[in-house]
């Protein structure tokens, strides 16, 4: 049987405890499930001190070694997933089977990378007879990593796969309602036997940490996942030390349903996706913008799937749906959706909190929703599916178009003609066509416009853990 563990902070290899402590609560029943040490500007210069230690061993650790140790704790992690998942379910919400799932994917990351830093290949370019040019990739430095409570292990470990296979060390703040999900993957780097310094995990308040370890000469990275209101300010407060950035952050993901398509079965899918992680996904489908002439079909099956969804506490076994991470996205889903409702929007199912122990919020869905709706342009990042008709192919992309997002988007259609307007037409940085997938370790993610800046995961993650050095060299 698992346990919740002991939580700790992570820096120059020892596990630590501080005075200041932060509640963390489950969820699903508002229980205090751990106390999370934070914190203070001491452990923050201890960790910046051993992260740069760390960076001086690990930058001239060889890839093939770099990658035996990311390998080693990937599978450690996957040895621990039952016990990962349940710390994941307790403190956030989750079904233990989407739990166990993070854990797969958290660690498919790990592996991915420990791959591509074998092959962070440079060029050499042809010079004048005895001079040479070689193009070498070098580890960026030490980096801030900040990571979001909506996949608590496998968000982290995104960001510290990329800056470990790259020979990056590592000051990791992961999210403080969900800070479990990290201690795993420290644990397992720790017991993997990664040196000590190269990678440190702290909590404590967010603004504090990002303000006192942005400006720090030392860090030559900020990665970050979160809103873009967020990502605004850090981006700001790095520019100012001319801090290179990666950042991924909120998306409002369109769904163009062409009327070639079985509306009754896409809408099934459709909905058996929204619904994953509570909608608490930057990709989540969550504006459906379907062919006038199918909309009714679809929106009654859409309506059909979300109905039957089953919401409850994630460590049971029938459960499909959990909880809302935490007591603010309940808040705003009831003003998202009362607000909607008072613009004309349609409520065709959902729209309240269930019970009044736990955030459980029902499956939800909003037909017909004016542009001037909060929710047509502030992320839901919650279980509130929008389906509105569209005339055209082109009113559905220029719909997509009309925010300043451009994470994910997807399009379902049989035409050869279709997908090519929509992959020409279309405003993000991730397009998928008749699948709701838009993110694996092989391939490149983030996004365009306010969606962030930068790529993480397929060959392009790795090169912003990276510096480009040129060496010409003239042959005596
Ligand atoms: P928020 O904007 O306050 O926080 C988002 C994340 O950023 C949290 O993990 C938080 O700890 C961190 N953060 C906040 N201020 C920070 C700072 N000054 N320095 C460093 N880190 C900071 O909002 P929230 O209520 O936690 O989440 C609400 C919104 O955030 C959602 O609606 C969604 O748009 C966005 N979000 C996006 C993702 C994603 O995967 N892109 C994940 C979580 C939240």
Not at 69 to 93: P, Q, W, Y
Not at 335 to 343: G, K, P, T
């Amino acid at each position: 049987m698992s346990t919740y563990p002991d939580l700790h902070l992570y820096i120059d290899g020892q596990f630590r405890k501080t005075t200041a402590t932060l509640p963390v609560v489950n969820p699903a029943n508002e229980q205090v499930i751990g106390d999370l040490p934070i914190a203070d500007q001491r452990d923050l210069d201890d960790a910046l001190e051993a992260a740069g230690r760390g960076f001086r061993v690990w930058s001239r650790t060889s890839p093939r070694d770099r990658s035996d140790i990311i390998l080693k704790a990937a599978r450690l992690l996957r040895e621990r997933m039952n016990d990962v998942a349940f710390s994941i379910t307790c403190e956030h919400g989750k079904p233990y089977r989407q739990g166990q799932l993070e854990v797969v994917r958290g660690s498919e990351f790990f592996e991915w990378d420990a791959g591509e830093c074998q092959r962070l290949y440079g060029r050499a370019i042809p010079g004048a007879p005895g001079l040479r040019h070689t193009v070498l990739r070098q580890p960026i430095g030490t980096v801030a990593a900040f990571a979001p409570w909506n996949f608590p292990m496998s968000q982290p470990a995104r960001k510290v796969a990329g800056a470990l296979a790259a020979g990056c060390s590592v000051i990791l703040k992961a999210a403080e309602e969900t800070p479990a999900g990290a201690l795993h993957i420290a644990r397992a780097f720790h017991d993997a036997g990664l040196p000590a310094g190269v990678l440190n995990l702290v909590f404590g308040t967010p603004s504090e940490i990002s303000s006192y370890l942005i400006p720090q000469d030392q860090i030559r990275l900020v990665a970050f996942t979160g809103s873009t209101v967020v990502g605004r300010q850090l981006t700001g407060l790095a520019s100012d030390h001319m801090t290179p950035v990666l950042m991924e952050l909120g998306g409002h993901a369109p769904v163009i349903v062409c009327d070639d398509v079985d509306p009754e079965e896409v809408g099934g899918i459709c909905a058996s996706r929204k619904y994953r992680n509570a909608g608490q996904v930057c990709t989540s489908p969550t504006r459906f913008y379907v062919g006038e002439t199918q909309f009714e079909t679809f929106a009654q099956s859409f309506v059909a799937s979300a109905d039957a969804i089953v919401v409850g506490d994630g460590l049971n076994e029938k459960t499909q749906m959990g909880p809302v991470a935490n007591e603010r996205r309940l808040a705003a889903m009831s003003e998202l959706v009362e607000d909607a409702v008072s613009n004309g929007a349609e409520l065709r199912t959902g729209g309240h909190r269930i019970g009044n122990k736990g955030y459980f919020f029902e499956p939800t869905v909003l037909a017909n929703v004016p542009d001037k709706a909060r929710i047509m342009s502030e992320e839901p990042f919650g279980p509130i599916a929008i389906i509105n008709p569209v005339s055209s192919l082109e009113e559905g992309i220029a719909q997509a178009n009309r925010l300043p997002f451009g994470l994910a988007a997807y399009g379902f259609t049989h035409s050869a003609a279709n997908v090519e307007q929509l992959v020409d037409g279309v405003e993000t940085g991730n397009l998928s066509i008749n699948t709701l997938e838009a993110s694996l370790p092989e391939t490149p993610f983030g996004g365009v416009k306010s969606s962030g800046y930068g790529r993480e995961g397929g060959e392009e993650g790795l090169h912003h853990y990276t510096v480009v050095k040129n060496v010409s060299h003239k042959i005596a």
